[in-house]
């Protein structure tokens, strides 16, 4: 199947008429093509979105709520359609897509659509002076939102709802490596009656594709999420341009338990917390500290219960782990299980790739926990993204905090205790944009999110993202 762009309202073909081959990870098979869209054809994409921007952001409020209401609708009724593409394009479950990543991608359009309707701006009177300030919160015009491959419709929508709420128009481009449900996405907004040019969605690559839209210099702003390093390159090209930038980058997130806390609670979400979507969630608990005390049972009992986690194909109702999203991530990924040999690390289960009945050419791999003694080694310190967590004890809050924080990357972190007043003292002093608390991955979409040190800059969520596409105008009028 030969995917197509959208621009101006249409799917139309690449103008260099080259393709890029599109991997079922499951299989490990080429099951269809994707535009390998140039310069020139974000140059179209451009020329269109700044053709819709001035009736676009002078659109009321109501009905541009209205139009991103039918394509939250749309969404939500072509639930299967879209999971099934999101599992097979990126080869995680077909029961998490249907359970979390197309719902909230729905949640994500309505969440804005009913946002911009609540968004405000501010007035500041300078009393006694007979002046009067107040604050215009204007779009900024054609934006760039660029987006990866661990939860490709989730994290695309998560941009371009706030995007086009706020009155902006888009160029925007999905992973190249899960480009799928950015075509349907294109599909829906043409049905749910989206102006010609307010979103136009560019397939390719990173390097040209993605390049060519942060390189653009009439292209205002980028939000972008991805790794650390390309997250660097972008600030490089765009800084210099004094682009407005978000960037939403890696993780290497801490997961710190206390003896006291809900023990079965904790390992059933830390049993989640370490392998959903096969460990590629950028907010996943990675390095897994674990009070003396509980260790032992701790490691006993999180053996057993991730030993019965199963891995399979994602289209198979019972897995529970489906496949890694490429070849070169999975060689990346067990590249660390070398890592953790030569690092003198104890492998206390998984480590090997799955065969698996059927699909004997996809790219699986167990589930793996490894102990190591040094928060310095790479396995602490370099993101992995893949279904590999470390487990480490520790002897006091002192060296728990210590070891959390002694990181390059700042994203989130999760704390199990009952202890109020040690809550408080690590939710401050934590180095994370986020800190959940006997819980994991529950979001409210009102709340900003985004990471601190080598995680990124700026924040996404409710009327921080409204304020990021936005550009606040102060006007000041003497009236005395
Ligand atoms: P990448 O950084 O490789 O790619 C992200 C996106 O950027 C893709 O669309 C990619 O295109 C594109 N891109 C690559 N190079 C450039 C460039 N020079 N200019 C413009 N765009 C470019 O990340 P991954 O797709 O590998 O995603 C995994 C990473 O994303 C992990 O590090 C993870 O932690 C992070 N992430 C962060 C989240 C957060 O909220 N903080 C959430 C989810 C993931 P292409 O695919 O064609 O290379």
Known sequence: MKIKNYINGELVTPFSDSYIDNFNPSVGEIYGQIPNSNNKDVEEAYQSAKKAFPAWSTTTLA???????????????????????????????????????????????????????????????????????????????????????????????????????????????????????????????????????????????????????????????????????????????????????????????PNIIFADCNYD???????????????????????????????KKFKKDFILKVSELKVGNPFDANTNIGALVS?????????????????????????????????????????????VNDNQCKLNQEEIFGPIVTIMPFSSEEEALQLANDVVYGLSATLWTNNLQRTMQFSKLLQTGIVWVNTWLLRDLRTPFGGTKASGVGREGGFEALRFFTEPKNICIKYE
């Not at 060689?331 to 090997?352: C, H, M, N, P, R």
């Open 63 to 253: 009905n541009r709520s209205k139009i991103l209401s039918n394509i939250a609708r749309l969404i939500e009724q072509k639930l299967d359609v879209l999971a099934e593409a999101e599992a097979k394009d990126n080869g995680k479950p077909l029961s998490l897509a249907k359970a979390i990543d197309i719902p909230r991608a729905s949640s994500n359009f309505q969440f804005f659509a009913d946002a911009i309707t609540q968004f405000s701006s501010e007035a500041h009177e300078s009393v006694g002076l007979g002046v009067m300030n107040f604050t215009l919160r204007q779009p900024i015009g054609v934006v760039g939102c660029i987006s990866p491959w661990n939860l490709p419709l989730y994290l695309f929508t998560w941009k371009i709802a706030p995007a086009i709420a706020a009155g902006n128009c888009v160029v925007a481009k999905p992973s190249e490596v899960t480009p799928m449900t950015a075509y349907l996405l294109s599909e829906i907004c043409i049905e749910a009656g989206l102006p010609k040019g307010v979103l136009n969605i560019v397939h390719g690559l990173g390097g040209t594709t993605g390049q060519a839209i942060v390189a653009h210099p009439n292209i205002k702003a980028i939000s972008f999420t991805g790794g650390t390093k390309t997250g660097a390159h972008i600030a490089s090209v765009a800084a210099p341009m004094f682009k407005k930038l978000s960037l939403e980058l890696g993780g290497k997130n």
């Open 265 to 295: 609670d904790m390992l059933a979400t830390t049993v989640r917390s370490s392998f959903a979507n096969q460990g590629q969630i950028c907010l996943c608990g990675s390095r897994i500290f674990v009070e003396k005390s509980i260790y």
């Open 327 to 371: 070849k070169e991530h999975l060689q990346k990924v067990t590249s660390y299980i070398d890592i953790a040999e030569q690092e003198g690390a104890k492998i206390l289960f998984g480590g090997k790739k799955v065969e698996v009945k059927g699909s004997e050419n996809g790219y699986y791999l167990q589930p793996t926990i490894i102990e």
